[in-house]
């Protein structure tokens, strides 16, 4: 790379950095790849960059040399830092490195914004952070992340398709989502058993529709929980076809086919059922 620091294959051997199953890891190796990910994430020079589970530094470096103004690294395990520590001395000034467990942090404590998120997740933890991240979307510019392709899919998924559910509302009820590309498993180290694929979401100045959250939770869990039932009998404790009546929504319907509007609708509709 022209930052001058040793190829990344060589940082991985010369540190021992074996990936660990335990902490979810495969380090990216390609450099068109960690480069088509820091771009996907820009606009990078100005507020704050953060990147979850750095590892060696793979998309770490990408970002820096696409221009991150300033970068803070979150990395839990210990063997990595000191690969970590090298890049920071290649890029004074503009890389932090955090050992810390990126499920406890206080994000907004990390630097100014715009924050944007940008991260080849662990994928065994990667659903539970980017749900977290969205208690609080408005923190953050843009969340661009790798995950495994199922789970990109279940975040895009329109409704009809069988990859539509609950993490598909809620990431469409909170933010524009787009897919951007596909990786192949040929591009880690060690290579995942499946393929991975980078998505862009980018948090909504309002929710899509409005809607009380914790019921339009309530709503997706029962709905998608008995997906191949009618809503009258899926949300049958919250009201059922009373509750879908109130709502504009056919009561004969199945969970895939009630778009993110809808799905507000019932919840607002609960809301108004249960404090009338």
Known sequence: MSDGLPPLREVIAAFDLRAKKS?????????????????????????????????????????????????VAIERDDRCLPALAQIAAAYPGRLEVIAADALEIDYETLGPAPRRIAANLPYNIGTVLLTGWLERPERFASITLMLQKEVVD???????????????????????CAPMFEVNPAAFTPPPKVTSAVVRLDPRAEPLAPAPRATLEKITAAAFGQRRKMLRTSLKALGGAALCEAA??????????????????????AADMRNG
């Open 23 to 71: 902490l979810g890891q495969n380090f990216l190796c390609d450099l068109n790849l960690t480069g088509r990910i820091a771009r996907a994430a820009g606009p990078l020079d100005a507020g704050t960059v953060i990147e979850v589970g750095p590892g060696p530094g793979g998309l770490t470096r990408a970002l820096l040399t696409e221009g991150a103004a300033r970068l």
């Open 154 to 176: 279940r975040i895009v998924a329109a409704p009809g398709t069988k990859d539509y559910g609950r993490l598909s509302v809620l990431c469409q009820w909170l933010c524009v």
């Open 248 to 269: 504009g929504i056919d009561p004969e319907l199945r969970a895939e086919a009630i778009p993110v509007q809808g799905f507000c609708a019932l919840a607002r509709a």
